[in-house]
């Protein structure tokens, strides 16, 4: 079966830190750019970050950068989101993503072929 697994997310209180990760099962991970998207209630999934493959470039959502960080294992077959400062509106459920061959670092749903069922982050004030 192919999947990806996101274990960690939580309720955490305003200011505070979570990390999420995200493996894959059945699937080529290493070699492939990874994301993070985030769906708030009512509304559509929205970019928060990309890997690239080597995991040497990054890029991030406004809202996000200066306080999250994308990061790969050692071997290449996890990927990690470590949220810092966490404000209210980060409450969401955050999905992990595989990107398609040669995606780089792109931002876009159409570019990544493998989704995670999600993990819910609620940021209490």
């Known amino acids: 079966q192919m999947q990806l697994v996101e274990p960690g997310g939580g309720l955490v209180q305003a200011g505070g830190s979570l990390r999420l990760s995200c493996a894959a099962s059945?699937?080529?991970?290493?070699?492939?750019?990874v994301g993070w998207f985030r769906r708030h209630t009512g509304k559509e999934r929205e970019f928060v970050a990309v890997?690239?493959?080597?995991?040497?470039?990054?890029n991030y959502a406004d809202s996000v950068k200066g306080r999250f960080t994308i990061s790969r294992g050692n071997a290449g077959n996890t990927v990690y989101l470590q949220m810092d400062s966490l404000k209210p509106e980060d409450t969401a459920v955050y999905y992990c993503a595989r990107g398609k061959y040669n995606s780089g670092l792109s931002a876009a749903h159409g570019d990544f072929d493998y989704w995670g069922q999600g993990t819910q982050v609620t940021v209490s004030s």
């Open positions: 890997i690239n493959w080597s995991g040497r470039n990054t």
């Open positions: 059945g699937i080529p991970f290493g070699g492939y750019a």
